[in-house]
Nanobody, 126 residues
């Protein structure tokens, strides 16, 4: 069983930065896909950024390109999301997720992910 634990959320003013972390208990494939998703109140969950752990390739949703960076620290089995120039519309619960098996093409479809963390809240005020 894979366990994911997010941390690093908080309340900030627009324009500031936050870094989210996701600690993963283990993954046993040479490459799997990991992603960050968010859900604002009253809205559907959306994919924010994804990374393939084998090659390090990444993909971002358009609204965060140039502001957010997803990265990994393999020895520590930790996934990060560096969020700069935060906007009020970035507010939401942020979840870390990982695919179940081998994955080498990052994607933002939540149906591709099997293991999920419980989330960390990010609130951006104007």
């Amino acid at each position: 069983q894979v366990h994911l634990v997010e941390s690093g959320g908080g309340s900030v003013q627009a324009g500031n930065s936050l870094t989210l972390s996701c600690s993963v208990s283990f993954y046993s494939y040479s490459s799997t896909c990991m992603g960050w998703f968010r859900q604002a109140p009253g809205k559907e969950r959306e994919g924010v950024a994804s990374l393939a752990t084998g090659g390090g390739t990444t993909v971002y949703t358009d609204s965060v390109k140039g502001r957010f960076t997803i990265s990994q620290n393999n020895p520590k089995r930790t996934l990060y999301l560096q969020m700069n120039s935060l906007k009020p519309e970035d507010t939401g619960m942020y979840y870390c997720a990982t695919a179940r098996g081998y994955c080498n093409e990052p994607n933002l479809s939540d149906s591709e992910y099997f293991y999920w963390g419980r989330g960390t809240q990010v609130t951006v005020s104007s």
